[in-house]
């Protein structure tokens, strides 16, 4: 039974393929590489992005809509500390991706060492900051009574697993520019279970609320944190998952020119995303003069997004990767075909997800909120969320094509026009016209099209080559290719 089952679903998947090549979307061949990356990452967003929604359904079951607004009041500013880490580990994987696919194990074994001390010189200060000013950080953008004092203990609970959170982020990169997005999912798939089981636990049967839902979240994210720690440091788990690119005591820590490769590929996208995490404040701001159900409403609507946002994982990586492989091997035209048929993949992707999430949008509401009037208003925000999650889609594959040649100004500049020229210009019109809370739809859609449209011109161009071609392996033997 179980063979007449794999044969069918083997015909199934080969019958898919041969469509997708005879319509022009991705290559046979070159699928299989990218799903075999993709995926992995593709569940492991989940896993992540459904830790974070669970805690705020489980605490919106028990505690209504001022507990979700507090978790989100929180969670922007545990979220604003992460992207930092996102950024960091997007330069990783641009530099790892490289070298090793240069043959170069050494020189990407020392760009891991060196992104675990950045990573460390950063996340420090940040965890001092956000449990020592937790209650007027809350207060800041717009949390007051119970909302406030929900945010405050969200945030003291869980600002310091982000001392490990950073870690997970260094090592998730690191296994993906090697080409092994399998181990990390597989440990960030078990913390994401973990956490649902503990929250479960904590909120429903401890009865602690908002305090359960906390440490829920910090010890999954420590113990996947001791998990990827393992093979890091060149050591197996039953014979697979040691890293290539081990980080052990011995040989150098630091490079000087590879530390200013480093900052300065990641520097772009660590101000990226930050200003990525920094937008959502006014944005909260704006839906708490609405009430604290618009704030609920807003918050599902991102959670939902973010969960859409999973494919992206998968397709930004593996673009990333082949992308960056391939010119490492100085195969530029290989790695332009490889672009494309990633970013036509995740468009077809995105399409249909959306789709099936615009048509269940009053149930998934239903799931966070009971009153009628908060379900209305929270499955918009579910509509308007999955509306921009295609073009969340196509640049997240953009993205990671650039990324994959060290080209990440652009992609900067392309978040700073779509946040700051248009979507927060837009949401704020929402205060000072009859535009409203469509203001703040408005918002959701164009943070994520703009930024879609320019870096699609970006990748069109061809500039992004010649960007690479000064990260390259031959270019710290000052040779350079132009192949």
């Known amino acids: 039974m179980r063979s007449r089952l794999r044969e069918a679903a083997g015909r199934t998947g080969e019958a898919v393929a041969g469509a997708l090549d005879r319509a022009g979307v991705i290559d046979r061949g070159r699928l299989r590489e990218t799903l075999d990356l993709a995926w992995p990452r593709i569940v492991t967003g989940f896993a992540i992005m459904s830790k974070n929604t669970v805690d705020l359904a489980v605490i919106g079951a028990v505690l209504g809509a001022p507990a979700v607004a507090g978790v989100a009041f929180a969670f922007a500013y545990w979220q604003l500390a992460k992207f930092i880490s996102i950024g960091l580990a997007g330069g990783t994987v641009s530099l790892v991706s490289q070298n090793y696919g240069g ?28 449990v020592g000013l937790a209650e007027p950080l809350i207060a800041l953008v717009g949390g007051e009574g119970d909302a406030l004092g929900y945010g405050v203990t969200y945030l003291v609970v869980t600002a310091p697993a982000l001392l490990f959170e950073f870690f997970n982020m260094i090592a998730s990169r690191t296994y993906a520019g090697v080409g092994d997005t399998f ?70 820590w630091v490079d000087t020119e590879l530390t200013r490769q480093l900052l300065r590929v990641s520097a772009p996208l660590i101000a990226r995303r930050v200003a990525q995490g920094v937008v959502v404040f006014p944005l909260l701001w704006v839906a708490a003069s609405f009430g604290s159900a618009t704030v609920a409403a807003l918050e599902v609507g991102r959670r939902v997004r973010g969960l859409l946002g999973s494919f992206t994982w998968g397709f930004s990586i593996a673009a990333s990767t082949l992308v960056g492989q391939r010119l490492g091997a100085a195969e530029e035209a290989l790695a332009t075909e490889y672009g494309w048929d990633v970013i036509r993949l995740s468009t077809l992707v995105y399409l249909v997800a959306s789709a099936a999430v615009l048509l269940a949008a009053d149930p998934i509401a239903a799931v966070f909120v009971d009153d009628p009037e908060a379900v209305a208003a929270t499955a918009t925000f579910v509509m308007v969320a999955a509306m921009s999650a295609v073009p969340l889609g196509i640049n997240g594959s953009v993205t990671g094509s650039l990324r994959g040649a060290g080209d990440t100004r652009w992609p900067f500049l392309a978040s700073m026009v779509g946040l700051y020229v248009f979507a927060l210009p837009a949401a704020l019109l929402g205060l000072v016209t009859p535009l409203g809370v469509a203001g703040l739809y408005a918002a959701v859609i164009l943070e994520k099209l703009v930024p879609a449209v320019l870096n699609g011109i970006r990748f069109r161009s061809n500039r992004w080559q010649a960007v690479s071609r000064q990260y ?4 710290a033997d000052g040779e350079g290719t132009s192949k």
């Open 183 to 252: 181990t990390p999912m597989t440990f960030r798939a078990g913390g994401a279970l973990l956490n649902t089981v503990l929250t479960a636990g904590f909120v429903f049967g401890a009865g602690l609320g908002v305090l359960g839902a906390g440490l829920g979240t910090a010890i999954s994210i420590i113990a996947v944190a001791a998990g990827l720690s393992w093979g890091m440091t060149g050591r197996s788990y039953f014979g697979r998952g040691a890293s290539p690119v081990p980080v052990t005591p011995t040989g150098p």
């Open 103 to 130: 043959g170069e194990t050494d020189r990407a074994a020392l760009v891991v060492k060196q992104s675990l001390v950045v990573a460390l010189a950063l996340v420090v200060p940040i965890v001092v900051v956000l």
């Open 472 to 475: 390259r392996p031959a270019a």
